[in-house]
């Protein structure tokens, strides 16, 4: 088990860090997180939904994402208001007040079937918690911390965030408040984002383990690699910084702004500095702009016409820009969003940007599976693959369009459509940058725009990075954790 004495002190990094040095030793290894609050979601094989940092998890232990690693999705709607996805499947909304009283029972009887289910299968489960298990005004009720360490009596590992300031007051406080059976659980201490010299922390090392009596087993160094965020505030610290990069793409950040993890591929490439605009000035700065997923997409769309960004991008379009939609962001590109239960909120017909000839109505149904088609554009016939997670249906209205105005993107005509210059985009497919000579011809689309040379289309698809990097994360992580107290 792994948990943290705070948020983002690195628990999913060590965790998926974890189950590639336990493959490593020949062990058959699955993540698990009983409960996920995160508007990153990834559709299994069979059409179900779970939080994506899991996925990413299972994909460092070699095995294929499936529902049982992580039963419980919680995705935030605002009005702390959430949606739940319970083994898979939306089951309702609820209010932060309510879901204990609504869902505890359901979801620990979910978490407790699912980790004995993986139990019969896997040598290792590797748990991952949420926050911090020290939470003394919400232990009664937590269902990711140390209830799951206690239910399978977990080695359990104790990560802390250096770089914030006060580790030792946080991993002493965090013992502290811990119940006595809860405390013996914990092997072992890690801190990280360690920066400076490993010398200067041992005297508070050895008076950490004097006092608790556990070892410190890892000091891990702040790492310069990207690993895929789990929540927008993990946006807030990242910083492009590449010396030959010639394109810049703005991702616009949503209040709301889901399954961000879209762009880690874009993030990756060496000739692009990608960024996460909030204001219309910084629009005209970017080489391309895209609308990503939202989970409240009209809200977003509402806030994305108050800051005045809407109204730049027909100017940017003229101007020679490009700018793409990806579900939530390309329901706004079309004429119209109507909501007419008041699934998101008002019950209502609300405009749209108007920039394609789509009309989208949101719907209790839920769009929920992985895709493979064929592309049109910006090549002829490359198979892609990507995954769907919308509410709502858009249909595609070209009357009083010009003719031939606008294309199939792909060989299915729902998944999305581009405009005939090739300058605004829209799909439903989330992953599409995963495809890495479809991502390549996009890019070049721009580069040329720009008058750049192209770049080489003949690049393997993101897996294989993301394979280099849990390798990389692994061998990182791996010189300064020491498992064996765990195993």
């Known amino acids: 088990m792994v948990v943290g004495t705070t948020s983002h002190a690195g628990k999913s990094l060590i965790t998926a860090a974890i189950c590639r040095l336990l493959v490593r030793q020949n062990w058959k290894v699955t993540p698990f997180k009983g409960q996920n609050m995160a508007l990153n979601a990834y559709i299994t094989a069979d059409g179900k939904e779970m939080g994506h940092a899991q996925a990413v998890q299972a994909w460092a232990a070699k095995i294929e994402p499936r529902v049982e690693m992580n039963p419980i999705l919680l995705k935030p709607q605002g009005d702390m208001t959430s949606q739940v996805i319970l083994m898979g499947a939306a089951v309702g909304r609820v209010q932060a007040a309510d879901y204990y009283r609504d869902y505890f029972d359901r979801g620990w009887a979910a978490i407790t079937s699912c980790l004995d289910k993986l139990a019969t299968e896997f040598d290792y489960i590797v748990c991952e918690g949420a926050g911090s298990p020290a939470e003394i005004n919400l232990k009664h009720r937590d269902l990711t911390n140390m209830r799951v360490a206690s239910y399978l009596q977990a080695n359990t590992v104790l990560v802390a965030d250096i770089d914030r300031g006060g580790v030792f007051a946080h991993i002493v406080g965090t013992l502290e408040l811990l119940e006595p059976e809860e405390r013996a659980l914990i092997k072992g201490f890690v801190i990280n984002k360690f920066r400076g010299q490993r010398s200067l922390l041992e005297s508070g090392i050895t008076w950490l383990e004097d006092r608790t009596g556990i070892p410190v087993i890892g000091v891990i160094p702040m790492l310069d690699q990207v690993f895929p965020a789990e929540d927008s505030l993990d946006l807030l610290e990242r910083r492009s910084r590449k010396p030959n990069a010639d394109l810049t793409i703005g991702v616009v950040r ?17 000739t692009v500095n990608l960024k996460y605009i909030t204001n219309k000035d910084e629009v005209n700065n970017c080489d391309a702009i895209i609308l990503p997923g939202s989970k409240t997409t009209i809200s977003d769309l509402q806030w994305l016409q108050q800051t005045g960004i809407a109204a730049t991008l027909p100017n940017y379009l003229a101007s020679g820009g490009t700018v793409m939609g990806i579900c939530g ?6 004429t119209t969003i109507a909501d007419l239960t008041g699934i998101e909120g008002i019950p209502g017909e609300y405009p749209g940007l108007n920039l394609f000839p789509l009309q989208t109505t949101i719907t209790d149904t839920k769009t929920t599976r992985q895709r493979t088609t064929t592309t049109n554009y910006p090549v002829l016939g490359v198979s892609i693959a ?9 249909h595609w209205h070209p009357a009083g369009a010009n003719s031939g105005e606008y294309e199939q993107l792909f060989g299915d005509e729902t998944l999305g459509i581009v405009d005939r210059p090739q300058t605004l985009w829209g799909t439903y497919l989330h992953g599409i940058f995963d495809n890495g000579s479809w991502r390549r011809n996009w890019l070049n689309q721009i580069r040329s725009r720009r008058n750049l ?8 698809d993101y897996t294989s990075q993301r ?3 849990f390798d990389k994360l692994a061998d990182s992580i791996g010189e300064y954790l020491d498992l064996t107290p765990l195993q």
């Open 453 to 460: 040379s192209p770049i080489t289309t003949d690049v393997p």
């Open 329 to 334: 962001g390309f329901q706004m590109l079309g």
């Open 467 to 469: 394979e280099e990097i």
């Open 386 to 394: 990507g995954y769907e997670i919308h509410q709502g249906t858009t």
């Open 254 to 270: 949503f209040p709301r702004i889901s399954n961000f993890t879209d762009f880690d591929p874009l993030d990756a490439e060496p």
